[in-house]
């Protein structure tokens, strides 16, 4: 940690790294700014009331929107839409065999993200609709039909801002864009939950023992979060000797790092979009006048609300064992999934033979493939159970400490905020090493 603040430090002595340093800050000021715009149609006590009650789904959006829910502003949505849009181009790119081969072209991949970002329109519209139906279900929205356009509008906008900010920050400041956005989106509600937790202990609803509980499970999760991220597994590779024109070129040792948690925390956020999508779908009817015009049909309206209740609570993780047990599941798909599709051991044995590389003890070419496809299976296994036990910790530390209010200590949360941050450190220390030999070299 002291190598990390020493590194951070001497980066800010660097005017360059200085100067994009400084702009993801000034990104991050005009993120919070814009988080507090508020939109009209929703009465604003219902809005707070309901999620005090424990609003389900409402909650997991507003933790990645950085209580812009609980406000209902313009970033409503947060970046949720624009990660749904890519989670479907990810999964066609598999399917799809033309869009394999273009993703395989040298402007594939630019192609594919542009048609990203124009799905990603109609998806944070569809989202919208849906959040705003939930809403008018529950009798916190009380707009006409021109008030939910505009609203419509406006959160799709945002979305489409915050998906603009982060390409800015990926371009022109430091680390990854959107994951900087969703980690100051989480880090956004702390005070307000350190707040909340005081005044619950002041109050004496809580005891100090139920604070010091919270902290402990608080900083063992980011233990076990670090030593996670920073473990992998080293392969050892031997290099061949080459003599090329009475030259000798090659020979020597390295080793492949394979990591736990090959995936990162893509995994979590793909889970829980694929989770929220069929109860999206199932607010978005939950509207009275779309209600009214199904009970035109012949069905009764009482069944209506009970079949989207019942879709919502279970397909929303933290309702019930089973919403849990389905949300621990497509986490753990998608940690094998997203490592499937970003290490391919076929072409790391391709590339390893064609440099003249083998692992001791096992033949270059298909060997290995095998060799590295068992290796990646058994530690990818352990990163999943890791990821899916992490990922459920947020519903139920809560029940355990009796502290309800401090969402940033559980799973998901926490573990996106310390893998961005130790992320961001490492392209930091990338950036200083790089300018370290620009100076040796020059």
Known sequence: MKERLAGLVQALRIPDIRRRIMFVMWMFTVYVACAHVPLPGVDKSALESLFQRGAGLGDILDTFAGGS??????????????INSSIIFQLLVMVIPSLEKLSKEEDGPKKIAQWTKYWTIPLAALQAAGMIGWFGGMGVFQGGLGVRLFDILMMTSGTMFLMWLGEMISERGIGQGISLIIFVGIMTSMPQDVAQTLLLWRGQEIGIANILFLLGIFLGTIYLIVMVQQAQRKIPVQYAKRVRGGKIYGGGSSFLPLRVNQAGVIPIIFAISVAMFPATIAQLFGSPAVINQIAKL?????????????????????????????????????????????????????????????????????????????????????????????????????????????????????????????????????QLLMRHMRGFLV
């Open 69 to 82: 829910l609980r406000r209902f502003s313009v970033l409503a949505l947060g970046i949720m839409p624009y």
């Open 298 to 430: 012949g069905i009764e309206e009482g069944t209506v609300r009970n079949a989207i209740l019942s879709i919502v609570e279970y397909t929303t993780p933290g309702q019930n064992a089973f919403a849990s047990f389905l949300y621990f599941v497509l986490v753990v798909v998608f940690t094998y999934f997203y490592t499937a599709v970003t290490f391919n051991p076929e072409q790391i044995a391709e590339n390893l033979q064609k440099n003249g590389g083998s692992i001791p003890g096992i033949r270059p070419g298909e060997r290995t493939r095998d060799y590295l496809d068992r290796i990646l299976y058994r530690i990818t296994l352990v990163g999943a159970l890791y990821l899916g036990v992490i990922a459920i910790m947020q519903f139920y530390v809560g029940d355990i400490t009796g502290v309800k209010t401090f969402g940033l200590v559980g799973g998901t949360s926490l573990l996106i905020v310390v893998g961005v941050a130790l992320d961001t450190m490492q392209q930091i220390e990338a």
